[in-house]
């Protein structure tokens, strides 16, 4: 068995979701380690105003392009280009994805479909296109699939996220000890509360978004997050140490221990919040 990869001095790192949030962080925080950046994001405008500040700074960015993790053959076109101009990477971190959260009543189809889309088969199309040639090149490496808390617990509403979420646990638990005669090491990190732009641009459907009790719970939300640079630190960190699980808070690594260990007040918890949320929630609209 190989030895995994524990420094990312020189090592070529690709970051997905790199425009904003956590993605953003870890492209700052990878630069100073030395890493060298291929990054990419949806937003063409944020990935490029991420760039110009990782360069500003100091930082390598071998390759750029804003495209969408959903599609396979973007991603395959962009494992090409990369692999044809610099060869195989050492350090694949999947951080793009969207927030969606509501009923089965309410929901659309296309909702749930754009979840997963994004924040399952995403990360997937990244593995598919970057790890083989990572496999062939012999010299090991690293995989850090970014989850959420909601792939350990059941939070109210959260039902298409957390089925992608919890999907992009399983891979990972596969790939933990498929990837290890490699070399390749895999860290699954499940933040909490982080601060980043999907406190703002998470889809809660059958919700009114002008709701002043909304607005109040989003502002306790962000009291309590912890900010992008201290989630992208925890992250390197656990890389770094060769950790699997990573949490970004405590409240997090709390909810694991109790819902592992003492499932009544894990259960308490969720039910109360699924209280909270459902005082928010407006009569379901037909299907569509």
Known sequence: MKRTMTNLSGKKCLITGAASGIGRALAQAAARRGAVLFLTDVNAAGLDTAVAEVRAAGGAVAWTAALDVADYAAVCRAADEIHAAHGSLDVLMNVAGIAVWGTVERLRHAQWRRAIEVNLMGPIHVMECFLPA???SGR???LVNVSSAAGLFGLPWHAPYSASKFGLRGVS????FDLER??????????GGVDTGLVHTV???????NDPRLSKLKRRFQQRAVTPQRAAAAILKGIERKRYLVFTSFD???GWWAQRWFPPAYEFV???LNDRLHTLARPPAARR
């Open 134 to 136: 990572m496999i062939a």
């Open 140 to 142: 090991g490496g690293h």
């Open 173 to 176: 638990e596969v790939l933990r």
């Open 182 to 191: 490699h070399g390749i090491g895999v860290t699954l990190v499940c933040p």
């Open 203 to 209: 889809e809660i459907e059958g919700v009114d978004p």
């Open 252 to 254: 997090v690594r709390l």
């Open 270 to 272: 969720m039910r109360r």
